[in-house]
T-cell receptor, first 110, second 114 residues
């Protein structure tokens, strides 16, 4: 089942913070976060593994609540370059077959 | 740049035709996953290939098929094209199947079916 992302869209001023949430109804082994700019491929940001291991971008942080099957992506001191659509991809069977949410569109204004 | 390449960049076909899309994986990666991304939606998993074998399939009909070659590059074939097949087709390569690993996406092929 497709994970649910919230909010669907958010508008920020440069320097403001944002949180994007991803919630699944299935038990998860990992959550993968990507950012996609219009007309481009999704770019890897962060992977969170069951058990607490994280790999990813230095300036972006995320959490994974295994009990609630939820993940949150934290964007702090946003920059114009953070604009894009953020997707979470969930892996329920440890096979790398990602199921993506519908996306959160983030716009950062000067 | 992820090192994953796809061709062609854009393609226009008519209903009923077939199409072949190509993907070259990043050096050292042996797994390729294909995704379909409709406008305004998240990528939807089509199937995954690991060492030339299909290793999982999403909810797509049999007219969507694929291949992986000994050099780990891959093809996606779609027959009897329908207008709803119009989408961005993305491939992603990773190092191992059956374990958690980062998938790196190529730039995609934009398919339009008239």
């Amino acid at each position: 089942q497709q994970p649910v992302q919230s909010p669907q869209a958010v508008i920020l001023r440069e320097g403001e913070d944002a949180v994007i949430n991803c919630s699944s109804s299935k038990a998860l082994y990992s959550v993968h976060w990507y950012r996609q700019k219009h007309g481009e491929a999704p770019v890897f940001l962060m992977i969170l593994l069951k058990g607490g291991e994280q790999k990813g971008h230095e300036k972006i942080s995320a959490s994974f609540n295994e009990k609630k099957q939820q993940s949150s992506l934290y964007l702090t001191a946003s920059q114009l370059s953070y604009s894009g659509t953020y997707f979470c991809g969930t892996d329920s069977n440890q096979g790398g077959k990602l199921i993506f949410g519908q996306g959160t569109e983030l716009s950062v204004k000067p | 740049e992820t090192g994953v390449t796809q061709s062609p960049t854009h393609l226009i076909k008519t209903r009923g035709q077939q199409v072949t899309l190509r993907c070259s994986s990043q050096s050292g990666h042996n797994t390729v996953s294909w995704y379909q991304q409709a406008l305004g939606q998240g990528p939807q998993f089509i199937f995954q290939y690991y060492r030339e074998e299909e290793n999982g399939r999403g909810n797509f009909p049999p007219r969507f098929s694929g291949l992986q070659f000994p050099n780990y590059s891959s093809e996606l074939n779609v027959t009897a094209l329908e207008r709803d097949d119009s989408a961005l087709y993305l491939c992603a390569s990773s190092q191992l199947a059956g374990r958690i690993d980062t998938q790196y996406f190529g730039p995609g092929t934009r398919l339009t079916v008239l």
